[in-house]
Structure formats: structure tokens, C-alpha cells
């Protein structure tokens, strides 16, 4: 059973331009987050989709932003990026979401660096 | 403010040691989970912990939670090099809300 998939795992862009990330879910998962890791703020939710509709989101700004498709396959995009957007973008799966069915199953995350 | 707080944030024993992790949160929580992360890479799921549970084995790993304390505790035994890695408790509402902890930061000496 493959594991999570998340692309591209690395990429560099400029101040003010546009990213999107991709990730896709463990075949039967339903439920996809995503998290923004820092040395600074550490592992902070983003948002959690489950059968394409935003179940809860974190504290971002408008520019974040995501979403899930029939498949589960989810991507996010965070537009006009900011320096301090540089960090490693996780996604996790699983089967119902973390309190129905607890383990989330981690991709080995998008290294974004923010120029 | 971050809901889990991991003490101590480094730790550093020998092989054969145990290590012991702390994490404290605020609000009430449906599950409590660990998870190990290998330097950069993604989360591995260790072990979770019901509201309703006191204590939990998994080989070497031993969870206890104390929710009158909103406290829980990841206790490895027998350490390895292998161990090395960072550790996050990460605390699930009823909502599917997960909250990371700021983790701790494991270092088994050979």
C-alpha cells in the first residue's frame, strides 16, 4: 500500500509569487490536513478536508488556502508569499480524521524556501 | 497559544538509558498521540491515547495520561541510537482539531 505522496518535495520561488502543493492521501482515506512546520512556530495546523469539504481550519491568512478533490487528493496554495512562509509543508491522512480513527499517516512533506 | 507543551525541550542520554517526555495541554482533548520525527522528514505515528485510557504499552514505549492534570508522559525504555529523533504530542478535540506540541528533541549517545 503506498504511503502518502506529497509533490514537489522541494522548491524555491520569490517574494509575491504563487505555490501549490500537492498531496495524495493513502488509498481509502478520506480525511487530509495539512500542517506548516518552522523552527520558529514549530508543527501549526492549517486546515482538514474530509470528503472535499473544509472541516476546520488553523489561524493563516486569507493566502493559504486548499482544498480536496473526489479522489481525496488535496492541494494547497498560498499566494503572494512572504519570507516568512519558508518552511516544510506536511500533509497527513486518514481513514475518518484524527478523532474517529486517531493515526495520521505523514508524507514526507514540500520544502518551500521563500527568496 | 500552542494547546501541548512538551518538557524538556532536549534530552540528551546513553544507549540503554530511558528517556522520559512530558507534555501538558488546556483544553479537554478526545485522544492524545505521539508521534517521532527523523530530522526534516515526516511524522511516524508512535502510539495514541484515548480520554478514557489512564495507560498504554507499545513495545518499548509507555504512555500514561492524567487528564485532571492535563499532563501525559511517553516514557522509552532501553534506549537506542535509532531513538534519536524528535518527539510531539499532539492533542485531538472532538472537532478533529489537532494541536502539535513544540517537541522535544532526543539525542541517544552510542
Known amino acids: 500500500k503506498a504511503g502518502v505522496t506529497q509533490t514537489p518535495r522541494y522548491l524555491i520561488k520569490t517574494r509575491g509569487q504563487q505555490v501549490t502543493l500537492s498531496c495524495s492521501p493513502i488509498?481509502?482515506?478520506?480525511?487530509v490536513s495539512w500542517y506548516q512546520q518552522t523552527p520558529g512556530q514549530g508543527l501549526q495546523f492549517l486546515f482538514e478536508?474530509?470528503?472535499?469539504?473544509?472541516?476546520n481550519k488553523g489561524n493563516f491568512p486569507g493566502r493559504f488556502s486548499g482544498r480536496q478533490f473526489s479522489n481525496s487528493r488535496s492541494e494547497m496554495n498560498v499566494s503572494t508569499l512572504e519570507l516568512g512562509d519558508s518552511a516544510l509543508y506536511l500533509c497527513?491522512?486518514?481513514?475518518?480524521?484524527?478523532?474517529?480513527?486517531?493515526?495520521?499517516?505523514f508524507g514526507e512533506g514540500s520544502r518551500l524556501t521563500v527568496l | 497559544s500552542q494547546q501541548g507543551e512538551e518538557d524538556p525541550q532536549a534530552l540528551s542520554i546513553q544507549e540503554g538509558e530511558n528517556a522520559t517526555m512530558n507534555c501538558s495541554y488546556k483544553t479537554s482533548i478526545n485522544n492524545l498521540q505521539w508521534y517521532r520525527q527523523n530530522s526534516g522528514r515526516g511524522l511516524v505515528h508512535l502510539i495514541l491515547?484515548?480520554?478514557?485510557?489512564r495507560e498504554k504499552h507499545s513495545g518499548r514505549l509507555r504512555v500514561t495520561l492524567d487528564t485532571s492534570k492535563k499532563s501525559s508522559s511517553l516514557l522509552i525504555t532501553a534506549s537506542r541510537a535509532a531513538d534519536t529523533a524528535s518527539y510531539f504530542c499532539a492533542t485531538v478535540t472532538s472537532y478533529d482539531k489537532v494541536i502539535f506540541g513544540p517537541g522535544t528533541s532526543l539525542s541517544v549517545i552510542p
Open positions: 497527513a491522512s486518514s481513514v475518518a480524521g484524527p478523532t474517529n480513527t486517531g493515526e495520521l499517516f
Open positions: 488509498s481509502g482515506h478520506r480525511s
Open positions: 478536508y474530509f470528503s472535499e469539504t473544509q472541516r
Open positions: 491515547i484515548r480520554s478514557n485510557e
